[in-house]
């Protein structure tokens, strides 16, 4: 498969994995409608990864597995430990299954998602050692959008219904059941 990296703002990028059967990937968002612009960006390709520096983040992609990480300065925002693709057949049709795993912190509080009623009525805002199912039912609305107590988030444009696991100590696992790539 390939990692594709974007950058929309010098404090916003894009990182789509696309699985190697994929061909001539281009999904056209219904979510993300801002285009990427132009900015000086530094890319360095080194042996063991591709960098990107915007100036404000550093995003490095390990050549090996495709995982990404990314850096605020001397500060770790995001840390992939592993994306992979399942590819399955539904109702004809070729897609994938999505899995992410990656790393949060002892202290980070784990916020979003969208509106999820058991939750917030009775255990709080915070989703760390919770799970989390993205899909749509009565008094739940999926949204799969995560904030962090530690000033970063992350949008998965993935329409398909998912679980975020957040029970791990140190890492959390989100799943997709369909779509064409990891965006």
């Known amino acids: 498969g390939t990692t594709r990296v974007e950058v929309y703002r010098r404090n916003i990028v894009r990182v789509v994995h696309v699985p190697g059967d994929v ?9 993300v409608v801002a285009k990427p612009v132009e900015i000086p960006v530094a890319v360095s390709d080194r042996s063991d990864a591709l960098i990107v520096d915007t ?3 550093t995003v490095r992609v390990d050549k090996s597995g495709g995982c990404i990480s990314i850096d605020s300065g001397s500060t770790a ?18 897609i ?10 002892d202290d980070e509080g784990i916020y979003g998602f969208g509106q999820h009623a058991g ?9 760390r050692g919770r799970v989390v199912y993205l899909v749509q039912r009565n008094t739940d609305i999926a949204v ?3 904030v962090s107590s530690r000033g970063y988030g992350v949008l998965w444009d993935m329409y398909s219904m998912g679980v975020a696991d957040f029970t791990r100590k140190h ?13």
Do not use: C, T
């Not at 994938?96 to 912190?105: A, I, L, M, P, R």
């Not at 939750?119 to 989703?127: D, T």
């Open 23 to 31: 061909v001539g990937f281009d999904k056209r968002s219904f979510v």
């Open 55 to 57: 100036g404000m983040l």
């Open 77 to 94: 925002v995001f840390r992939e430990r592993l994306w992979r693709s399942e590819p399955v057949e539904v109702y004809g049709e070729r």
């Open 96 to 105: 994938h299954h999505f899995e992410q795993v990656f790393e949060v912190g």
């Open 119 to 127: 939750y917030s009525a009775h255990v709080g805002y915070n989703y």
């Open 144 to 146: 799969p959008f995560m």
């Open 171 to 183: 890492l959390a696992r989100i799943w997709f059941e369909a779509g064409d790539a990891l965006d």
